[in-house]
């Protein structure tokens, strides 16, 4: 099984020309998909909200096509195929957090908001300061998430292409970089949501095709997969602790990467935004309840893919393809439908990580142009309307070129593991301020901000001395050593801290709290009236 990886590096070198074919096809119809979005987009609500014009199903399938991103595709099959049941707890957690989203938030911030999470931050507390908190945070989680997806990019065209040189693979990440923000700058929310709409289509149907293709090689019985998958890479792939059992701390680290996962998706930025995509709280709902079943189901498929590709092309010649751990389906495809396959998979991943991009990408410059161009520089006081859409176009710019150059930097590593990180700093600086402002009557400016920032800052130091960032081999900086807190992920640490820091910081102020505020918040949050394009049901 083992000799498979040379054989890849081979066919994909021989039909590099086909997959870049279809993957340009791919762009050519989303281009033309984009541009006729673009005629429409006119006015803030069009290039932030998509006019908001979008139904609960179609936001559904966007917001799976925002979610189910390089980590859910390549990262988790990876960790699957190699590591067996530990890396489907990848899986268990990004699904379950849907849950959080839906109880919790999606109704609610629909109904408060307007385009970002500072309208709902700032609708009882002070405006400039939270709104600048708020757009810190959703820049710094954007950031991680966009390193993922870039890092993503870098390792499938070094499979794809047989491009085993960084400077290859940095050019193709720059590629990427480029078309993303294409996207942005010329669709706004309704280009990119239409991309998102048609990647999560391919997406599935790919995942599904491999799906039942893996299971028919084993008579449709899951069983004799999973005992092919042990015989090839060892009975520790059904067993729980392959990754996260050998000591004490990974146990912790599995602890924590589970909460963060849980609690991070309420929490990320990209999907909040979503929820203002839709023209009720009623569809913002339908939304959430769509998105669930096709990301549960896609998940489904990712147990079989995973196992598929552990069973069919081994984990040893997994983690020695020029991708490693995030090329497992590519190589799954290669082994069991040839190159025309393999072409198709690899343009679904590209498109994979070029809508997520692009959703990431806006979702960014539209805090950094609402938030504090208009509302804190300008006060609320701009001239042309247009003005804050050229602002938000220009920071898509720049976020493009930044998340370029942090994407060349993290190459080579676990996507899967990135989000992950993206998902500490959303669960600890943004959940539980976003809980606090919409349930805790008290709380008050001080305490969101101590909580933003706090939640911010502890994550970011806590992330910068684990281990992986130095003093491992698989981490960012093997060959240096200044890991002094022992968990990858922060998340079991920075998440309660950030609660106790909103909390403290709300007793200890001396800020009044708005009451008839709170009152006017809970009746819109919890009714609608109100809000933008509200329609009682």
């Not at 997959?19 to 429409?40: H, P, W």
């Not at 700032?122 to 710094?140: D, G, I, N, Y």
């Not at 161009?373 to 220009?394: H, W």
């Amino acid at each position: 099984m083992a000799a498979l990886s040379p054989l890849a590096q081979g066919e994909t070198a021989n039909n590099s020309a086909l997959n870049i074919g279809i993957f340009a096809l791919f762009v050519v119809v989303t281009m033309v998909v984009v541009f006729r979005a673009s005629r429409n987009t006119k006015t803030a609500a069009d290039y932030y909200a998509g006019g908001r014009a979008f139904t609960g199903p179609q936001n559904g399938i966007a917001i799976a096509g925002d979610y189910l991103s390089a980590a859910s595709f390549l990262g988790i099959a990876g960790a699957i195929a190699v590591y067996g049941y530990d890396g489907f707890l990848y899986s268990i957690g990004f699904l379950v957090a849907w849950l959080v989203a839906l109880l919790l938030v999606a109704e609610l911030l629909r109904n408060t908001g307007k385009y970002t999470m500072g309208d709902v931050l700032s609708f009882r507390m002070k405006e400039r300061p939270v709104r600048t908190a708020a757009s810190l945070s959703t820049l710094a989680v954007t950031f991680f998430y966009l390193l993922a997806q870039m890092a993503g990019a870098g390792g499938l065209v070094a499979l794809l292409l047989g491009i085993s040189s960084k400077t290859g693979q940095a050019l193709v990440i720059a590629v990427v970089g480029a078309l993303m923000i294409v996207y942005v700058l010329v669709g706004g929310m309704k280009g990119t949501t239409w991309v998102q709409i048609i990647k999560a289509a391919l997406l599935i149907a790919g995942a599904f095709v491999m799906t039942v293709w893996v299971l028919a090689m084993y008579g449709f019985n899951l069983s004799g997969l999973l005992g092919h998958a042990a015989e090839v890479a060892g009975p520790s792939v059904l067993d729980p602790g392959a990754q996260y059992g050998k000591t004490g701390t990974s146990k912790l680290d599995f602890v924590s990467l589970g909460i963060a996962l849980v609690l991070g998706t309420a929490g990320l930025p990209h999907v909040l935004m979503r929820f203002y995509t839709v023209p009720t709280a009623k569809e913002a709902r339908r939304s959430v309840v769509w998105a669930i079943w096709l990301i549960g189901l896609f998940y489904l498929f990712t147990l079989v893919l995973g196992y598929g590709a552990g069973a069919l092309v081994g984990p040893d010649a997994i983690k020695e393809a020029p991708g490693g751990v995030n090329s497992a389906a590519p190589l799954l495809a290669l082994e069991i439908g040839g190159p025309l396959l393999l072409g198709f998979i690899a343009a679904v991943a590209f498109a994979t990580i070029l809508a997520v991009v692009a959703g990431l990408t806006i979702t960014a410059s539209a805090s950094f142009a609402h938030d504090i161009y208009a509302n804190v520089l300008k006060k609320g006081k701009v001239d042309d309307k247009n003005q804050e859409v050229k602002v938000a176009r220009i920071t898509a710019v720049v976020i493009g070129v930044v998340s370029i150059l942090g994407g060349i930097a993290a190459n080579g590593q676990n996507v899967a593991f990135l989000v992950a990180l993206a998902f500490a700093v959303a669960a600890s600086a943004n959940l539980p301020t976003l809980l606090y402002s919409l349930f805790w009557k008290r709380f008050n400016t001080t305490g969101a901000l101590w909580s933003i920032y706090g939640g911010l800052a502890v994550t970011i130091v806590l992330i910068v001395f684990s281990p992986a960032v130095s003093g491992s081999k698989d981490a960012m900086f093997p060959s240096l050593d200044f890991a002094l807190f022992p968990l990858k992920n922060p998340g079991l640490i920075s998440i309660p801290v950030s609660f106790l820091l909103g909390y403290l910081g709300t007793v200890l102020s001396k800020d009044k709290t708005n009451e008839a505020k709170y009152a006017e918040m809970e009746v819109r949050s919890l009714t609608g009236a109100g809000a933008e394009k509200a329609i009682s049901h």
